[in-house]
């Protein structure tokens, strides 16, 4: 069947682009409802990308949501079964406020889900899939790319907790040095921590030397490993000047742990690709399984040309 591709608009094209690269990668299309329990998304508000849901009441009186997230539901609809891994993708509507209108709207989104048994590889996987997604999109991308455990290495000797060690988490994430040092002095960090901190936060060199700057650092060797190998992984797939280690990049760590990743092209100022591992919500649901994926915004697409289809 011919389509013509001029009646299309931009996010339509992209996501059929996306989905024959994850149809290819043996991902399997995960189809769900516009709506699930109220309950089942206030309780996990802070995994939201915008904690704002729409609500409504159904004909037998409980409270229901429109979609505002696709990982909860595929989390949701998953089971624990040893030694396999779930890997799906999807292109779904959720309901929740534009970055761009600042208004509620039905976004379409996609997307890849791996839950299981993870392996390093299989992280590895995501994050050239999101490599690769990118590429897509458009050839002048960049990869940034952190590790929740280097924060909490970092962290974890400030005797920092409760709403300075958020905070800390947003001068970190907003790469306000200047606020965070005030902050770990105030609190009665010694000089020499809030330095290490500085001198790992401000790291400006290629891949490869930062891992040995954390390593020389005696940063935690699973957590060095575990970075260096997705390094390793995307440098083989030809994306060594693509992916930047940046430790600004900062998820909820109630909610993420491991690999975390954003993803950005040019002509387009907010990340439009963000995603990670999230072995901590399947923890928090009496889980298992590990998790990681990535989502791709298309609400920020909607403007943006794609360039011409190549092969996946």
Request: charged content about 30%; glycine content about 8%.
């Amino acid at each position: 069947m011919y389509i013509d591709e001029s009646v299309l608009k931009n996010e339509e094209k992209i996501t059929f682009a996306l989905r024959t690269l994850y149809q290819r990668s043996g991902y399997i299309r995960y189809k769900m409802s516009k709506f699930e329990e109220y309950d089942f998304y206030a309780a996990n508000r802070d995994f939201l990308v915008s904690d704002s849901i729409i609500s409504f009441t159904d004909t037998n009186g409980k409270l229901m949501a429109l979609k505002p997230d696709v990982t909860l539901s595929i989390v949701r609809g998953s089971r624990d079964v040893p030694g396999s891994v779930t890997k799906v993708y999807y292109d779904e509507n959720v309901y929740r406020v534009s970055r761009g209108s600042h208004g509620y709207k039905e976004i379409l989104q996609a997307g890849i889900e791996c839950i299981g048994d993870l392996s390093r590889a299989d992280v590895g996987e995501v994050l050239q899939l999101a490599a690769r997604s990118l590429a897509v999109i458009s050839d002048d991308f960049v990869l940034t790319i952190s590790h929740q455990g280097v924060l909490t290495w970092l962290l974890e000797e400030t005797g920092l907790s409760g709403e300075k060690h958020r905070q800390a988490l947003k001068y970190i994430g907003e790469k306000n040095m200047h606020e965070l040092r005030e902050l770990l002095a105030d609190s009665g960090v010694p000089e020499d921590r809030c330095e290490k901190i500085s001198e790992i936060l401000n790291i400006d060199k290629n891949t490869a030397e930062i891992i040995d700057e954390l390593k020389a650092a005696d940063c935690p060797s699973e957590t060095v490993g575990e970075l260096e190998d997705v390094i390793i992984t995307l440098e083989k797939a030809g994306y060594a000047d693509k992916a930047v280690i940046d430790f600004s990049v900062v998820n909820d760590m109630n909610y993420y742990n491991g690999i975390v990743f954003k993803g950005y092209i040019k002509g387009i100022p907010a990340g439009i690709l963000s995603g990670g591992q999230y072995d901590s919500l399947l923890v928090k649901m009496g889980r298992r399984s590990r998790a990681a994926g990535f989502a791709v915004y298309m609400d920020l697409l909607e403007r943006f040309e794609i360039k011409e289809p190549a092969d996946a």
